[in-house]
């Protein structure tokens, strides 16, 4: 049993940045694939980033990819997604997701299995 909570969500302006983070419980930690989703208001969840047990290999969705950055600290049992150059269609809830293991495709939902309860992110133009 993993619990993922999130923080760092708010009000920003466009092209400003803003840096989440994901605090887990659970001795596995360290083991899991992380991974970052979000959904806007009518839209399906959308895959952001993820992140291997050692922050070796790195995935980002295209839309967020040159921007956003993910990163991991595995001895503070947490995961960071760096947001820069904010845009306004990114506002949505940010969700963070422990796979549970490895993710053989890191950037699909079912790969998850535990996830975070989200935190808002509203971008302002």
């Known amino acids: 049993q993993v619990q993922l909570v999130e923080s760092g969500g708010g009000l920003v302006q466009a092209g400003g940045s803003l840096r989440l983070s994901c605090a887990a419980s659970?001795?596995?930690?360290?083991?899991?694939?992380m991974g970052w989703f979000r959904q806007a208001p009518g839209n399906e969840r959308e895959f952001v980033a993820s992140?291997?047990?050692?922050?070796?290999?790195?995935y980002y969705g295209d839309s967020v990819k040159g921007r956003f950055t993910i990163s991991r600290d595995n001895a503070k049992n947490t995961v960071y997604l760096q947001m820069n150059s904010l845009k306004p269609e990114d506002t949505a809830v940010y969700y963070c997701?422990?796979?549970?293991?490895?993710?053989?495709?890191?950037?699909?939902?079912?790969?998850?299995?535990?996830w975070g309860q989200g935190t808002q992110v509203t971008v302002s133009s």
């Open positions: 997701a422990a796979a549970g293991g490895v993710a053989a495709v890191p950037m699909v939902e079912y790969e998850y299995d535990y």
């Open positions: 659970g001795r596995t930690f360290s083991r899991y694939t």
């Open positions: 992140i291997s047990w050692s922050g070796s290999s790195t």
